[in-house]
């Protein structure tokens, strides 16, 4: 399928952003893990959170993620210390996405994993067992989902979790978030040193819980109201000001592209006020969900920009430092690479495709992030638009309910 896209003048709306895929995933494993009965409430109905949903509420034999990475993290961890045998398994691209790192400290823990395909990916045969294991020494620089998971169970381990991390250490919010839940579900977890974190033993208890909106979906009508030629307010309800979400430092950073937010009891609004800067250096270490919305916001406005620690991008849904060079050419813009962790853009202009179409490689985000370049090139067309639904089913809903216009191509492929 393919999508055309055609914007409005202006941009006057009101949006219910879907619910926090992170937060989603990690309350659903803090709630298995506490055995209790309340679920909890406003989780996300996007395809990853579904997905987990179906694995706690069945427990079948082989659990298939399908592309959700979240899920395929905290399963096989949660999987450790569940009794009975599962094999975990997701897409062919999940299937390429590594997971040694994570199966390793598990078994540091005990932990009974097997693989059951290639070596270093999943799928995983995993046989719950009592971990007696209590230490591991992780490089800072891994994912963050990896982390979580390890912490998340950390609270049921016989003698708890110490967990040092070493060298620079990227995703620093999503770690303080995974520790607030688990703190709003009655464990005891928190940084003993800059470097260190330990959780103490004691499990969890059943509590009521209601997820926040997403910050990381907020994040695209950031990105319109910014790319808006005409006047922009948009109304986000269900956000708050102090979010332990990380990708909230979005707002900021908008604010040098021209978008202010105003915080309500309600939620967030926000306009399109003021010129954006002249360039934009920033590390999005700790919001690499964003990285895509940054660079593609910047290059449609003539906003050069350097951003680092961007080293994640690669072992995402796809290689994002590849697809976002790929991509932007057809949109006439010549992005650059460095260290496999830096994206940077001087202005250098390429010829674009006269009727671009962007592929989206499996991968929400990249839908997401490129939909609305149609407020500066009216001819954009998106590939493959239904990969939304892994983190925001209703994005094009909400888009047609905003003013844009939705067509099938004819061209679609």
């Known amino acids: 399928m393919q999508y ?17 895929k992170s937060i989603s995933n990690r309350a659903l494993i803090l709630h298995a893990l506490s055995g209790g009965a309340t679920r909890p409430e406003n989780l996300s109905d ?20 399908h592309a959700a990475g979240t899920a395929m993290r905290f399963l096989t961890a949660y999987l450790c210390v569940t009794p009975g045998t599962h094999v975990i398994t997701g897409t062919e691209r999940m299937q390429q ?7 390793d400290a598990l078994r540091t823990l005990g932990a009974h994993i097997a693989y059951a ?24 620089n891994v994912s963050s989902q990896y982390i979580s998971a ?40 928190g940084w003993t040193s800059e470097s260190s974190i330990a959780v103490t033993p004691g499990g969890y208890r059943d509590t009521p819980f209601r997820v926040e909106s997403d910050w990381s979906a907020a994040s695209y009508w950031y990105q319109m109201t910014a790319l808006t030629s005409g006047n922009a307010e948009v109304e986000l309800p269900g956000l708050r000001v102090h979010s332990p979400q990380g990708d909230s430092r979005g707002a900021e950073l908008f604010t040098r592209l021209g978008v202010q937010t105003e915080f309500t009891p309600q939620g967030v609004k926000l306009r399109k006020e003021g010129q954006p800067a002249e360039r934009l250096d920033e590390d999005l270490v700790d919001i690499p969900d964003l990285a895509q919305t940054f660079v593609v916001t910047c290059c449609l406005m003539g906003v050069p920009f350097r951003f680092t620690g961007l080293q994640s991008l690669k072992i995402k849904e796809t290689d994002r430092i590849c697809a976002l060079i790929t991509e932007l050419r057809k949109l006439g813009y010549t992005v650059h690479a460095e260290q496999d962790s830096i994206l940077w853009w001087d202005g250098e202009r390429c010829p674009a495709d006269p009727q671009p179409a962007i592929d989206t490689y499996e991968d929400h985000r990249m839908a997401m992030a490129f939909a609305p370049a149609c407020l500066v090139r009216p001819d954009i067309r998106i590939n493959n638009p239904q990969v939304v639904s892994k983190s925001y089913p209703r994005y094009w809903d909400d888009l047609r309910a905003a003013g844009f216009g939705i067509t099938t191509s004819p061209e679609s492929r």
């Open 150 to 189: 390890l912490l998340m169970i950390g609270a049921v381990l016989p003698a708890g979790l110490k967990l040092r991390l070493t060298g620079d250490i990227i995703s620093r919010p999503y770690i303080n978030l995974t520790l607030q839940l688990m703190h709003d579900f009655g464990a005891q977890a």
């Open 46 to 65: 996007c395809d990853d959170t579904q997905v987990m949903i179906r694995a706690l509420d069945h427990m079948p034999d082989v659990i298939d993620i």
């Open 117 to 140: 395909g290639n070596e270093g990916f999943p799928p995983l045969r995993i046989t719950g067992t009592r971990l007696t294991g209590s230490e591991i020494e992780l490089a800072g």
């Open 97 to 103: 996405r590594p997971i040694r790192i994570l199966v």
């Open 4 to 20: 055309r896209l055609t914007a409005p003048a202006s941009l006057h709306a009101s949006v219910q952003l879907p619910a926090s």
